[in-house]
């Protein structure tokens, strides 16, 4: 029987399942010919993390290229076989023999179980070695994969200091300090020692070693070497406001003479880092140039730990002992509090309540004007206001009150405070 349908005079162009016409072969083509530029382009980006110029450096890469390498042995034949066996049972392969009745293997069962064990213990003991290894609290042993540290080097200590935005570097065995801009000599262990003025920070000089906190009020330490001549770039690899975008600093590998030149050329053109000069490059700044200084403040990096850079401040260190006595009263109290007022960014903003920024005082959290239209902050000579959110918000003539509980945890007028409160 044939069909009542009349047949086209012509054939059609090529249909797609969907019905619509293929794309011409060059527009298919256009995507790979895109293609090598790209990775032309990509040739041009540098793998720091892969092209360590340190020795510890070298160390971590090797952790990242064995781990990567062992769990690649569990996924390449995972794609393989998933491909392998979606062409190999197609449903237009007639030859491919099809049990619906297997449900078991033991022999694929003890692969599959194995394989992925023996690569979690590989990957723990690997990764159990390097942690000790690489800790960077531990001096080094090696200055690379062949030669031991010589007996006598002494490492070369640095200070560094993460500040807004910017980075200050003390080298107490010479007595110079420089901003944004840090030398050290080839194959000579350096010993950092570092901490933060106010915000977090991570101290991270991807070629040499691995990213270390900078917290303020605390000090961490990383030990390295760097192995090869070259100029390499050091950055702040945690947010820490405004200025972070550009807190970078540049980190050159020299000879020994090299650098010798270096710190005798620092001390004879540097400025000096007097107590004044540190006060006000403490204060927020971005994109700050290198700066190089013949002498700083003694005791300066301890100071900047104990958060007390001026002199009538008070450290960390005798905050403890005066907790561990008991604390003060009266008049003394008072006089503690006024010395606890070590922020260098609220010097200019007068007797002000703290956070007097943004919408509640129209000032941006950075302008050099003073906040206006909040409440001072209150008299704190009296005891029982130390605690008390008095501060009013702009139209308020007084900030609402806020009575405190009595022995019983009852307000007046109120219900009884939950039981964690009278705690």
Excluded at 80 to 106: G, I, M, Q
Excluded at 162 to 189: C, H, S
Excluded at 366 to 371: L, R
Excluded at 392 to 419: C, M, N
Aim: charged share 20%.
């Amino acid at each position: 029987m044939t069909s009542s349908t009349p047949l086209p005079d012509r054939i059609a162009p090529a249909q797609s399942r969907g019905g619509l016409a293929r794309r011409p072969f060059l527009q298919r083509l256009l995507p790979l010919l895109a293609l090598p530029p790209v990775l032309a382009m990509l040739g041009g980006c540098n793998l720091v993390v892969m092209s360590p110029a340190g020795y510890v450096a070298e160390q971590q890469r090797n952790l990242v290229l064995a781990a990567t390498g062992l769990m690649l042995l569990i996924i390449i034949p995972v794609i393989f076989f998933t491909l392998f066996f979606a062409w190999r049972y197609r449903a237009t392969n007639k030859d491919a023999v099809y049990d619906p009745e297997w449900h078991h293997s033991t022999q694929l069962e003890v692969l599959i179980w194995t394989a992925p064990l023996m690569i979690i213990i590989a990957l723990g003991a690997l990764t159990w070695i390097g942690t000790h290894t690489l800790d960077p609290f531990r001096p080094l042993s090696k200055i690379d994969a062949k030669r031991e540290v010589p007996a006598g080097v002494v490492p070369l200590q640095v200070e560094a200091v993460a500040m807004d935005w910017k980075w200050l570097f003390l080298y107490p065995q010479y007595g110079i300090a420089t901003v944004n801009e840090l030398a050290a000599p080839v194959d000579r262990p350096i010993q950092f020692k570092i901490t933060a003025t106010d915000v977090m920070n991570t101290f991270y000089i991807p070629t040499l070693a691995g990213m270390v906190y900078a917290m303020p009020g605390m000090q961490t330490q990383l030990h390295a070497v760097i192995n090869r001549e070259g100029a390499y770039e050091g950055r702040s690899a945690h947010y820490s406001g405004a200025g972070f975008s550009n807190m970078f600093f540049k980190f050159n590998g020299v000879t020994n003479e090299a650098f010798d030149k270096w710190v005798a050329k620092t001390k004879a053109e540097g400025g000096e880092l007097t107590q004044d000069a540190y006060l006000e490059l403490e204060k927020p700044s971005e994109s700050e140039p290198a700066r190089f200084y013949k002498s700083y403040a003694k005791g300066l990096f301890d100071r900047i730990i104990g958060m007390c850079p001026r002199p009538e401040q008070m450290c960390v260190g005798e905050m403890v002992k005066i907790d561990a006595r008991g604390g003060a009263s009266g008049a003394e109290a008072q006089a503690n509090y006024d010395r606890l007022q070590y922020d260098n960014r609220m010097a200019d903003r007068g007797n002000e309540a703290p956070g007097a920024t943004g919408p509640a005082s129209g000032t941006g959290p950075h302008g050099q004007t003073q906040p206006q239209g909040m409440k001072p902050r209150p008299d704190m000579g009296n005891p029982d206001s130390r605690n008390q959110g008095e501060s009013a918000l702009p139209g308020q003539e007084k900030a609402p009150e806020v009575k405190a509980p009595d022995s019983q945890g009852q307000k007046e007028g109120g219900q009884i405070a939950p039981k964690q409160l009278n705690q």
